[in-house]
């Protein structure tokens, strides 16, 4: 992110909350006939002051366009582990955005009686990003 001096000492997040997408996933029999809906939390670290002091949308991490995208890849989908799934997409983040480090939480609702959501929670960053 670096502009010098203590740059690494806090990092910008852009955040996507409670994206839902349907998908097929899961591992059962009849859990590859139905689609299920997987939702989707994001923090994007971005450094944030470039579009803070232009105030132009062309200098934002453009979270509905990561949005768009993520519902796109994970629709088409079809990966039997939700620990699968969370890694392909923070590796597409990374890959097609200009995000040094993504955390993403997928939640599968209802997967468990009893429970809100299960899910997994894994935090990446690009190759060579500080």
């Known amino acids: ?4 001096n203590d740059d690494n000492a806090r990092a910008d ?13 899961g591992i059962y ?6 689609r299920q809906p997987l939702r989707f939390d994001l923090e994007m670290e971005f450094d944030n002051r470039k ?8 200098d934002t991490l453009d979270y509905k366009a990561v949005s768009k995208r993520l519902i796109e890849y994970v629709s088409q989908s079809g990966f039997g582990l939700v620990e699968t799934l969370a890694e392909r997409c923070a590796e597409l983040v990374l890959r097609e955005f200009d995000v040094a480090r993504v955390r993403l939480k997928l939640s599968k609702p209802g997967a468990v009686r009893g429970a809100r959501a299960v899910g997994v929670a894994i935090e990446r960053r690009r190759s060579g990003a500080g």
Do not use: H, K, N, T
Request: charged share 25%.
């Open 29 to 34: 029999d009849w859990e590859r006939r139905i």
């Open 13 to 25: 997040m852009v955040f996507i909350e409670g994206l839902e997408i349907e998908a097929l996933i």
């Open 1 to 4: 992110m670096g502009q010098g």
């Open 51 to 58: 579009p803070a002091a232009s105030d132009a949308i062309a």
